[in-house]
């Protein structure tokens, strides 16, 4: 089972840890406010008052002995900083935070932190995509230059085998999946028949991407 510790109770935080509960991880929630403690204490396996900031606090709790840590205190550059310093120096293994802008990721970045992610801006790139491209369901983006996105399939390709269409050679993308109603076929292989309701989950660089949008 997957352990987790989770700082910062806020919003993001506290649904955060809600939902790698529901997954069947174990995870101990952590927050300066009793309040926000006492609301989570039903939903985790762990709840406690206790400030990130104090490395000795971090360690009582065992905090190297979680697989993973996640530093939600987006707001405050400072405490958030701190909260990832004193993670790094008593060597938990991967350490995720939240930051609020381009300059607070930079500096955690520095810090060592595994990954970082800005919520907000996230989302916002996700919802300007799915607006600006109608037929696209959905985009992830992994990096400035590539992303995955989740189309229906393209008129042209309904009836055709990923061998015939050779998408990975013409157009330089990937299928690395396919629904199809309730079902879901990851890797599908060459001799699978595009339907006239499959979706596909796309990945590849933001120019073979558009290509397929425009299919």
């Given at each position: 089972m997957k352990t987790y510790i989770v700082i910062g109770l806020?919003?993001?935080?506290?649904?955060?840890a809600r939902q790698l509960c529901q997954q069947g991880c174990e995870v101990l929630a952590m927050d300066v406010s009793q309040d926000l403690v006492q609301q989570i204490s039903?939903?985790?396996?762990?709840a406690v008052v206790g400030d990130a900031q104090d490395k000795e606090v971090l360690r009582a709790l065992g905090a190297r002995n979680f697989?993973?840590?996640?530093v939600a205190i987006g707001d405050s550059l400072a405490d958030s900083v701190l909260a990832t310093m004193n993670l790094k120096e008593l060597g938990v293994p991967r350490?995720?935070?939240k930051a609020h802008d381009e300059?607070?990721?930079?500096?955690?970045?520095?810090?060592?932190?595994?990954?970082?992610?800005?919520p907000e801006q996230e989302q916002a790139v996700r919802l300007a995509k799915s607006l600006a491209c109608p037929n696209v369901l959905d985009y992830?983006?992994?990096?400035?230059?590539?992303?995955?996105?989740?189309?229906?399939?393209?008129?042209?390709?309904?009836?055709?085998?990923?061998?015939?269409?050779?998408?990975?050679?013409?157009?330089?993308?990937?299928?690395?999946a396919i629904r199809r109603g309730e079902s879901i076929s990851v890797s599908?292989?060459?001799?699978?028949a595009i339907g006239r309701r499959d979706v596909l989950v796309v990945l590849g660089d933001s120019a073979a991407l558009q290509k397929v949008q425009k299919l």
């Amino acid at each position: 089972m997957k352990t987790y510790i989770v700082i910062g109770l806020g919003r993001f935080g506290s649904e955060v840890a809600r939902q790698l509960c529901q997954q069947g991880c174990e995870v101990l929630a952590m927050d300066v406010s009793q309040d926000l403690v006492q609301q989570i204490s039903p939903d985790v396996t762990h709840a406690v008052v206790g400030d990130a900031q104090d490395k000795e606090v971090l360690r009582a709790l065992g905090a190297r002995n979680f697989d993973c840590a996640v530093v939600a205190i987006g707001d405050s550059l400072a405490d958030s900083v701190l909260a990832t310093m004193n993670l790094k120096e008593l060597g938990v293994p991967r350490i995720v935070c939240k930051a609020h802008d381009e300059t607070h990721r930079k500096v955690l970045r520095k810090l060592g932190a595994d990954q970082v992610v800005i919520p907000e801006q996230e989302q916002a790139v996700r919802l300007a995509k799915s607006l600006a491209c109608p037929n696209v369901l959905d985009y992830i983006e992994l990096s400035e230059d590539y992303g995955i996105i989740e189309v229906p399939a393209p008129k042209a390709w309904v009836g055709s085998s990923l061998r015939e269409l050779n998408v990975r050679a013409k157009l330089g993308v990937n299928i690395l999946a396919i629904r199809r109603g309730e079902s879901i076929s990851v890797s599908p292989d060459a001799d699978y028949a595009i339907g006239r309701r499959d979706v596909l989950v796309v990945l590849g660089d933001s120019a073979a991407l558009q290509k397929v949008q425009k299919l």
